[in-house]
């Protein structure tokens, strides 16, 4: 069964900084794998997305990386702003679903 | 961009009633669209899969008849919650996908916010 799972839970950094989110799945079966933000008691708006045959995305100051054979993803978020606070999730695609990490709960404080 | 419209956005019902959730794609077609549950600080889980013009699969465990689930057109998908009690309290989301599901990225509506009292 996949198991997706974001470390850290929780991250609190100052305006400014680069940022690692990562992102680690059990089962390397993906068709893709999605970057997500979710803002508090709203729904998903959709990042970035990688194809299980690419390596990385980038969309501004985001950039997502995959590494399939490793079950690993990382979201990086250069020169963070307080508007960047919010829940990022990641979630795997197998068989036309997604399953979804936790998520990370960043703040970025000015 | 792919917009996926869900209404209402908060709904507060008594116990034993039930409560339609719609969700839409309004400038394209879906002929499938997800069904996910989210309790605070936790992760979305899926609860069906809706095919228009057919019957919803249900994941493991979501019980059919108390979440009811329609998708009579390709812009319409809804959920019914039969009977409703505290413990279907929750945060529902809907997702819709405008083309191939294994290789285009998914659209989430805002969600409806469910208390049960």
């Known amino acids: 069964k996949q198991e997706v799972t974001q470390i850290p839970a929780a991250l609190s950094v100052p305006e400014g900084e680069n940022l690692v989110l990562n992102c680690s799945f059990t089962?390397?079966?993906?068709?893709?794998l999605q970057w997500f933000r979710q803002d508090p008691g709203k729904g998903l708006t959709s990042l970035l997305l990688?194809?299980?045959?690419?390596r990385e995305q980038t969309s501004g100051r985001l950039n997502a990386s995959l590494d399939k054979s490793s079950g690993r993803s990382t979201l990086y978020i250069a020169a963070s702003q307080p508007g960047d606070s919010a829940t990022y999730l990641c979630?795997?695609?197998?068989?036309?679903?997604?399953?979804f990490g936790q998520g990370t709960e960043l703040s970025v404080k000015p | 961009g792919a917009v996926v419209s869900q209404h209402p956005s908060r709904v507060i019902c008594k116990s034993g009633t039930s409560v339609k959730i719609e969700c839409r794609s309004l400038?394209?077609?879906?002929?499938?669209m997800f069904w996910y549950r989210q309790f605070p600080k936790q992760s979305l889980m899926l609860m069906a899969t809706?095919?228009?013009?057919?019957?919803?699969?249900?994941e493991q465990g979501v019980e059919k008849d108390k979440f009811l689930i329609n998708h009579a057109s390709l812009t319409l998908s809804t959920l019914t919650v039969t009977s409703a009690h505290p413990e279907d309290s929750s945060f529902y989301i809907c997702?819709?996908?405008?083309?191939?599901?294994?290789?285009?990225?998914?659209?989430f509506g805002n969600g409806t916010r469910l208390t049960v009292t």
């Open positions: 997702s819709a996908s405008e083309g191939d599901l294994y290789n285009s990225p998914l659209h």
């Open positions: 809706s095919n228009e013009g057919s019957k919803a699969t249900y």
């Open positions: 089962d390397s079966a993906i068709y893709n």
């Open positions: 400038d394209f077609q879906a002929t499938t």
């Open positions: 979630a795997v695609n197998q068989g036309g679903k997604l399953i």
């Open positions: 990688i194809q299980s045959s690419q």
